[in-house]
C-alpha cells in the first residue's frame, strides 16, 4: 500500500488515490513489477503527488519491508542518519539536526515516549506491523508544530484500502556474532508474525496483527570516563601548563537478549462514500535482560593526577612512563597505583508503548469535516545491580588514543577464580528502580471547502489540544556484605575468559543471581526525591491555510499558504536539594519547586510546486518552525553539593524557550520514469536558538555555585544539499531487472552546543556528509539488495543524559538481503546487517583524542520463511 503523501494530520487524503494520480502523468513501463521494486515505485509516486519535501516507505504488502525495524528503513532515506544502540538502528538525525529536533508521529499523531526528553526510539516499531513512512522535510500549516529538523510519519494498515494478502504468517532466527565469545550465552534469537486484514462486507474491515522477536546482540565495550580538563576540574600541569589526563577506564560485555512483543488491531468503516471511519490501537512491550561483565581501570585510584605536578617525585606519571598527543595523556604505564575492579552485573529495563485513535471524515459536496482524537502511554522501569571484588596490580597500562585499537595491560591476573573476595568497602552497586511514565492524549478538528473557478482551489482550517504529562522517579539502595566483612566467592561460580575486540585482561565471568545471594545482605531500594520530576504540557493549536492552483505561462502552480499558531504551558514539579554547613556537619534540605512557563508562536508557510513538464517538477518552500523542549530539561530539579572549595550544583530549566528557526527549501524532481527519479534539494535554515548544557553562577545563602544545566543558546546558520538517485536498468535489456537506489547528503553549520567551552561541539546530528548506494535485483521470483550506508562523524548525546555529550566517528555500515518466492503463498529471506563488523568509536570534549566508547556490535543474520494467502 502507497503511504499517504499529504501533510495534512487528519489523513484527509486517500494514498491509493494520490498514487493513482501521480501515476496517470508518468509514462507507461512494459514490466510489471512486484517486491521491492514495486515497493520503491509506490514510495516513488507517493513523493511525486505530495504537496511539500518529502522522503517515502512504501509497502505494497502487510511485512514485507526488508528490514527487522522501520528504523533500518528511515535510516536509508536521503539526509538521515541514525545511531545504533545495543548495535540495532535507534534514532535519527535529519538534516544536520538531532533527535531532539525530530518529531515523531503513529498514524499522524504525536505519541508518547519512554524516552525522558521527546525522542523516539524507532525500533521499538517492528516493520512487521507498518505499511509505510514518509519524512516530512519541509512545512505547511496543517502539520503538527515539533519538527524543526523534520516529521517522521509511520502508518499502518487500513484494512478496506488494503489490497494485498488476506493472512501473512511469518517465522525465523535472528544470529549475532558480536556476542558469540560469550560464556554460557547464546547469540540466537527467534522473529515470528501474523498479520491478518479480514473485510466483513463491503463497508467494514477488521486488521489484526502481532509479532514476536526475541534478539541475543551481545557485543564487546571499551569505555573511557572522561577526562581531568580545565573545564572539568584541576588537571595536573607540565611545565605549569595545564595537561588533560584521564579518569579512568572499562572494559564492558553485555550477554543481551532482547524479547518484543507487539500487536496492532485497525478498523475501517465507510457507511457511504461521504463517511470514513478509522479507530487503531497499538502495543509493543520490549524487555531487555543484560548480564554485565565489567572491569573497572582505576575505581579507588583514578588515573586523572587531580592537581598534581608531572614528572615530580609521588605523581603517578614519571618522565619515560606516559605518551602525551598534543594536550592529552593517552597512554602511560601506572605502577603500585591503579586498582582493577571486577563487576558482575544484571540491569533489567521493560518498556511499553500503547497507542490509540479515532478518525473520522465527512465528505461533502464541496467540504470536508475530520475529526481525530487519540491517547497514548509510555512506559518504562530499569534496575541496575552489582557485586564486585578488587584487586591491585603493582602495574598497569593503557593506551587509548585515536587511530589505535584501545588497550590495557596489568602485571597480575584480576580474573583469578581462586582470589575473588566481595570487599566491605565497596561490595557492589544498587541503582533504581528507575520509572518514567508519559501520557499525551490529544484531540483534532480539521475543515475544509473546495472552491472553483479562481486562484484558490480550497480552504481550510483546524485546530488541535493536547495533554502530555511526563514523570520520573528514581530508587536507591545501600549496598553491604552479608557479614560486614570481606566475602571469598567461591571458584566453582566464576569462570575466566578473553575479549576479542580489544586487547584488555582477562575477564570474569559469574553470575549475579547466583553470588549476590551469598554475597550481600538483601537491600532495600528507597526513593530518592531529588531525582524526581513531573512536567505537564498543555498545548493549543491552530491553523488556517489555502491551497491554489493556477498556471504561470504554460507551467502549471499548486501549493499552499498558511499560519499555524502555537500556545504552549508548561508546569513543573520536583524538589530543590540544597547542602550547607551548619558549622558541624552537612545538612541537606529538600524544598518543593512549582514553576509555570509559557510562550506563543506564530508559524506562517508557503510551498509551491511547479509542473515544469510532464516529468519535471520543481518545489519551493518558506515556514517558520519550531521544536518544543525537550521535557526532561523543564525539570524543575536543582541540587546544591556544599564541599568548599568545590561549590556545585546540577539543574533543570522549566523556563527553556523552544527550538525556533526559519527555513527555505528548493527541490528539483525528475522522474523520468515510472520507478526512476534524479532530485537535487537545497535547503537553508537559520535557527535563533538552541538548548544546550552550560555552567552558570548562582549565589545560594551568601555562597556562589556553579551549576550545570540546561540553557537556551545562540543558534546560527544550517545549509545543505542532497541528490537522489534512483532507477532500474530499463535502458540494457540484459539488465531490466537490476536497478539502483542511492542518494547522499552535504550539510555545513555554525550551530554549536554550548560545551565544552573552551572548545563547543557541532550541533547534535550534524553530520557533513551521508550517503547510502543500494544495488538491487528484483523480478517475480527473487528480490535481491547489497545496501553501503555511510557517515561522517557527528555530535551524539551519550545514553538518557543530554549534558553528555560525544563524537560518533565515520561509519560505512555494510548489508545485504535476499528472499525468494517458493511457490504463489511461500517465500524465503536471508538478510545480513553490518557484513564488515563496523566498529563504533566516540570520543569525549571535541577531541578524538579523549576515548569515551570503542564497541564492536558484530554482524546480525536472519533467516524467515513467510506464508500469504
Known sequence: MALAASPAIAQTDSPPAQAASAQANAPADEIVVTGLRASLRDALQAKRAASVVTETISSKDIGVLPDVTIADQIARLPGVTATRDRGNASQAAVRGLGPRLVLGLVNGREVASSEPDRNVRWEIYPSEIVSGATLYKSQSADLIAGGVAGTIDIRTVRPLDYSGPALTLRAGALYNDGGKSIPHYSPWGARGSGQLVEKLTDTLAVSLGGTYQRQRNGFESFQGWGYNTPDTGTPPTLNGKPVNAPWGAQTEIKALTETRWSSTLGVQWKPSDRWDVNADLLYSNVKINERQYQQWYGRSNGWGDWGGTIGAPGDIYQSGSYTLTGNDITAAKLNNFSSVTNVLAKYTEDKTLFVSGLNARYHGDDWTATFDASYSEARRNNLWRSVATESYPASTSFSTGAGTVPSVTVSSNPADVTAQTVQSSYPGVYDGPQRLADSLGAAQADFRYDLHGGFFSGIGAGMRYSNRVKSFTAG????????????????????????????????????????????????????????????????????????????????????????????????????????????????????????????????????????????????????????????????????????PPQLTGSAGNPYLRPFMASQGDLSLEWYFRKDALFALAGYYKKVDTNIGYTQTQQVVNGQTYTITGPANGNGGDIYGAEATFQTPFWFVPALEHFGVYSNLALVGSNVHELAPASNPFKAVGLAKFTGEFDIYYSDKTFDIRVAVKHHTPFTVIYGWDASQLTRLESETILGASISANVTKNVSVRFQANNLTNQAARFYWNNDPQQLARYERYGRSFLADVTFKY
Do not use: C
Open 476 to 643: 536507591t539502595a545501600t549496598v553491604a556484605t552479608k557479614t560486614g566483612s570481606g566475602f571469598t566467592v567461591p571458584s566453582n561460580l566464576l569462570e575466566s575468559f578473553q575479549v576479542g575486540s580489544f586487547s584488555v585482561p582477562n575477564m570474569l565471568y559469574g553470575d549475579y543471581d547466583a553470588i549476590a545471594p551469598l554475597a550481600l545482605a538483601a537491600a532495600n531500594p528507597a526513593n530518592d526525591p531529588t531525582r524526581g520530576w513531573r512536567v505537564r504540557e498543555d498545548d493549543f493549536e491552530g491553523y488556517v491555510k489555502a491551497d491554489f492552483e493556477s498556471t504561470i505561462g504554460n507551467v502549471p502552480l499548486n501549493g499552499n499558504i498558511g499560519v499555524r499558531f502555537v500556545d504552549v504551558t508548561t508546569h513543573s514539579n520536583a524538589v530543590r536539594a540544597t547542602t550547607s554547613w551548619n558549622g558541624t556537619a552537612n545538612v541537606t534540605v529538600n524544598s518543593p519547586v512549582d514553576a509555570n512557563a509559557e510562550y506563543f508562536r506564530a508559524l506562517p508557510s508557503l510551498n509551491l510546486n511547479f509542473d515544469l513538464t510532464r516529468q519535471l517538477k520543481l518545489r519551493a518552500g518558506v515556514a517558520r518552525v519550531m521544536s518544543r523542549p525537550p521535557l526532561d530539561e523543564l525539570r524543575g530539579n536543582q541540587l546544591l553539593s556544599f564541599y
